[in-house]
């Protein structure tokens, strides 16, 4: 039998690679390896559960045997590759070699863990796939208080979906104001107000100092001496490509795994696709951006080199609090931010001295602009 097209990683980019691939090509032996269950399922729901009143097997689309099935593919769980052999064309489970005709690294991007002091470090639950989700369900299973570290997109998202469910959420972070990374101040007024009138309460500026057990609870001690009672912590400080095994095989590692147009790294037969690589110097944790990725490098393993392309990449924030679509402007671009609005209706648009517009954050009634602003944006990936 030839040598399998091997993807590592079962998320969105691993399964939708496979998914528009099969749609080209339904012979050629497909071997998935994941460290999970293999379960399909939309990591952007993981931040909508909790409201939606969904376990992890209520997120979950399709088992891995189903996925099996669908693919025809050998789907190979709760299993870690611990090497890559480029110049053999294999890579390694352990002792055992698996060779490969392409090799699709899809193994996403890991929690940022910060050190926290005390006795208490088992407590703080990152949620980045199904199985953590299952796991922070179980802790606050008829528990009320949730701890946020994070005041970016997934913070945020969390804190509105925790809240609407009924759970005291107060969120920290060492920043002026949230999503800080993606907002215009006025634009992430208008988020936080929507959050505080849901029942959020926001500390940015002091960090979590320790965490400590008291009797069935926990206690924070924040860096500037405040204490908060809580029962568990989520956290939400970010995420960081993975990067490791692709770095100790020799492939070329900037933030991610650097990759081309046509999503090859910089060794032949091995790409990268979702939130482990780095597009021709973008590294978007984005679900648009991914399914380009993964429509463009199906082409390519089915034998039509095809590059990938990004038209505008607005992002639909979750916080039904204050609706928020934002599409950031390009790297290295310069433009001056004009705001319109008051309160939850924020319009703040980035044009350029000719008047081209390049990025806008649209929060309340103001989302409804977001087709016509589309329309104006530039593509990222031209």
Request: aromatic share 4%; charged share 20%.
């Amino acid at each position: 039998m030839s040598a399998p097209v091997v993807i590592v990683g079962t998320g969105l980019a691993g399964y939708n690679l496979a998914k528009e691939w099969r749609k080209l090509d339904t012979q050629t032996p497909l071997l998935l390896i994941t460290a999970d269950d293999g379960r399909s399922y939309s990591k952007p729901m993981l931040s909508t559960g909790f409201g939606k009143n969904k376990d992890a097997d209520g997120l979950a689309m399709a088992e891995a045997g189903a996925m099996t099935e669908q693919l025809n593919a050998e789907i190979r769980t709760h299993t870690r590759i611990t090497g890559i052999d480029p110049g053999h064309k294999r890579l390694w489970i352990g002792e055992e070699a698996v060779p490969y005709r392409d090799l699709v690294l899809a193994w996403g991007a890991e929690p940022i863990r910060i050190p926290v002091e005390g006795d208490a470090q088992d407590a703080v639950f990152p949620i980045n796939d199904l199985e953590d989700y299952a796991r922070f369900r179980s802790a606050v299973a008829g528990k009320r208080r949730v701890l946020i570290l994070g005041a970016g997109l997934i913070g945020c998202e969390f804190a509105n979906d925790l809240t609407a469910d009924g759970y005291q959420v107060e969120l920290l972070a060492p920043c002026e104001q949230v999503m800080p990374a993606l907002l215009h101040p006025a634009a992430a007024s208008a988020v936080q107000a929507g959050l505080e009138e849901l029942g959020v309460r926001f500390h940015l500026g002091p960090v979590l100092a320790s965490l400590d057990r008291q009797g069935d609870a926990l206690q924070a001690t924040l860096s500037d001496g405040r204490l908060i009672p809580c029962d568990a912590v989520v956290s939400a400080v970010g995420l960081r490509p993975r990067t490791a095994l692709a770095a100790a095989a020799g492939l070329d590692i900037n933030r991610g795994v650097m990759v081309d147009r046509h999503l090859r790294t910089s060794h032949a037969n091995i790409y990268a696709l979702g939130d482990c690589a780095e597009v021709d110097g973008l590294n978007l944790l984005y679900v648009m951006p991914l399914m380009a990725c993964a429509r463009a490098l199906a082409k390519t393993l089915a034998g039509e080199p095809t590059a990938v392309g990004y038209g505008p990449m607005p992002v639909t924030v979750k916080t039904p609090a204050c609706p928020l679509v934002v599409s950031p402007p390009p790297r290295g671009s310069q433009g001056e931010w004009t705001v319109e609005g008051s309160g939850r209706d924020i319009k703040a648009l980035c044009r350029e001295a000719s008047g081209a517009l390049l990025g806008y954050a649209l929060t309340g009634a103001a989302v409804q602009e977001k087709l016509a602003l589309n329309k104006e944006l530039p593509a990222l990936l031209a």
